[in-house]
């Protein structure tokens, strides 16, 4: 059984008197840069995917042919497959995407929106600290307990699209916890990480991470780390050297979204409470030294 259908097998047949139900399965604002001539469109990212296709096609029995833009990854495959769960008999993907229907020479409609990527601009970014997030999480033997740290200020600089410098500061003194229920024993455990058994806030209410540059990751995939991130991290003091993936993507407004998880050995900085490495016999008070770090960074 076919699962594909070539371009010029498609072309034949919207020239002739068997023409299919044509769709194009990526987001509307992708369909609406281009789309081979007369296709309608249904995203396969959208929960609605199904009853977009039902509204379009309500007779099972109807030929159907779907694409993406390449045909090289899962968008319009996937499509084929809700389609055939949903009772369509008649799906073919059309090999090569919209791309190698262009390429063949066929005719494309284009629309009046022309698709730009967007870019990393060169200047002095500030940090949006209400729109970005440090999340931790901690362990011990018994549980997991998580939480966030607010950022204070913060400043990148690029030049010539890469990254030269930049500083991010921490407000330690709002460090918080969420997943405890009880305000008792959440507001113990808070009072705990303030105190110098952690983070000591009340002689270094804030870190501070600085960022000396980052080097590309060729070839990465939209979604993966695209950067690493070399760097120098402040706490109680003590500077350590780190360097961590991070997902950077530039937005239509100018500004930079990144995201970055990575985890630190909390002893480095002198963070030793309930450490088994460095005291003995600790019973339920043994931590484990390692703390998992989540940044959702936005700056502008």
Not at 44 to 64: C, T, W
Request: proline share 4%; charged share 20%.
């Amino acid at each position: 059984m076919n699962t594909t259908i070539s371009c010029k097998e498609l072309f034949a047949r919207l020239s002739g008197g068997n023409a299919p139900l044509v769709v194009d399965v990526l987001p509307p604002e992708i369909y609406a840069v281009r789309h081979l001539p007369g296709a309608c469109n249904a995203c396969v990212y959208e929960m609605v995917f199904r009853q977009g296709i039902a509204e379009l096609a309500p007779d099972l029995s109807r030929s159907l042919v779907v694409y993406d833009e390449t045909g090289t990854t899962a968008a319009a495959a996937t499509a084929r497959e809700k389609l055939l769960a949903a009772g369509y008999g008649d799906v073919l993907v059309l090999s090569g995407g919209l791309a190698g229907w262009a390429a063949a020479g066929y005719p494309v409609e284009q629309g009046g929106i022309t698709a730009e990527a967007a870019v990393i601009r060169d200047g002095r970014y500030r940090l949006d600290p209400a729109a970005s997030v440090l999340e931790w999480t901690g362990r011990n033997i018994n549980n997991r307990h998580y939480g966030r740290i607010p950022f204070s200020r913060g400043e990148l600089v690029i030049d010539r699209g890469e990254l030269r410098q930049g500083e991010i500061v921490l407000d330690m003194t709002g460090i918080t916890n969420l997943d405890l229920k009880d305000d008792t024993y959440r507001q113990m455990l808070v009072s705990h990480l303030k105190s110098d058994d952690f983070f000591d806030v009340q002689r270094y209410p804030a870190a501070a991470i600085t960022i000396s540059g980052w080097q590309a990751i060729s070839g990465a995939a939209p979604g993966t780390p695209d950067h690493v991130i070399t760097a120098a991290l402040t706490i109680k003091g003590v500077t350590r050297e780190l360097s961590f993936p991070a997902m950077v993507m530039p937005q239509e407004d100018g500004s930079l979204k990144a995201q970055a998880t990575f985890d630190l050995d909390r002893t480095a900085w002198g963070i030793n409470y309930g450490s088994g490495r460095l005291f003995e016999k600790l019973g339920m008070h043994l931590v484990n030294d390692r703390i998992d770090i989540e940044l959702f960074i936005v700056v502008r």
